[in-house]
Antibody, heavy 117, light 107 residues
Framework: EVQLLESGGVLVQRGGSLRLSCAAS????????MSWVRQAPGTGLEWVST????????YYADSVKGRFTISRDNSKNTLFLQMNSLRADDTARYFC??????????WGQGSVVTVSS | SYELTQPPSVSVSPGQTARITCSGD??????AYWYQQKPGQAPVLVIY???ERPSGIPERFSGSRSGTTGTLTISGVQAEDEADYHC??????????FGGGTKLTVL
């Protein structure tokens, strides 16, 4: 069974930094691209970033480019999102999701990040 | 980047057909994907590549795409289908975009 478990979400001050983690199990992690998607309270989903299976490629939404960095450790089956220069509008639940190449077919339950202003 | 536009809400009675649209200029060139999200839960992929249904998704869920509009159709809507539905599309640069989401209410 595919499982994705996010962690690291906390209350942080504006301008601060935070690293989210997503522990994956139940599948061959290194063979899948992985993504982060966030959802601010009461709003829709917003794609944040995607990384290829071998970390050769990474893509970012314009809203986080230059501030967030996606990475992965295939030896530990873990996905990361380093978040710097946090702003109030980064407040959201952050989901990690597996890219099957035809959609995001598995999602974690998310980790809540709150940026205080 | 580009945008995908969905209606904020759709309401149907049980047993009727619900249609949720997703409009975007890039859709003629890129697939549409659809996710169901119930309150407090993670999204679930219900349609991929415009019209394909993942295993475990009921047959009443179907998808189509024509021009700049993708459509999620739920035939014979059941009370358990009440949820938010999000469309998604990608582009050749590796980025993705979601629509604003549609709240489906089963009357």
């Amino acid at each position: 069974e595919v499982q994705l478990l996010e962690s690291g979400g906390v209350l942080v001050q504006r301008g601060g930094s935070l690293r989210l983690s997503c522990a994956a199990s139940g599948f061959t992690f290194r063979t899948y691209a992985m993504s982060w998607v966030r959802q601010a309270p009461g709003t829709g989903l917003e794609w944040v970033s995607t990384i290829g299976g071998k970390s050769r490629s990474a893509y970012y939404a314009d809203s986080v480019k230059g501030r967030f960095t996606i990475s992965r450790d295939n030896s530990k089956n873990t996905l990361f999102l380093q978040m710097n220069s946090l702003r109030a509008d980064d407040t959201a639940r952050y989901f990690c999701a597996r890219n099957r190449g035809d959609g995001f077919d598995s999602w974690g339950q998310g980790s809540v990040v709150t940026v205080s202003s | 980047s580009y945008e995908l536009t969905q209606p904020p809400s759709v309401s149907v009675s049980p047993g009727q057909t619900a249609r949720i649209t997703c409009s975007g200029d890039a859709l003629p060139k890129h697939y549409a994907y659809w996710y169901q999200q119930k309150p407090g839960q993670a999204p679930v992929l219900v349609i991929y590549k415009d019209s394909e249904r993942p295993s475990g998704i009921p047959e009443r869920f179907s998808g189509s795409r024509s021009g700049t509009t993708g459509t999620l159709t739920i035939s014979g809507v059941q009370a358990e289908d009440e949820a938010d539905y999000h469309c998604q599309s990608g582009d050749s640069s590796g980025t993705w975009v979601f629509g604003g989401g549609t709240k489906l209410t089963v009357l």
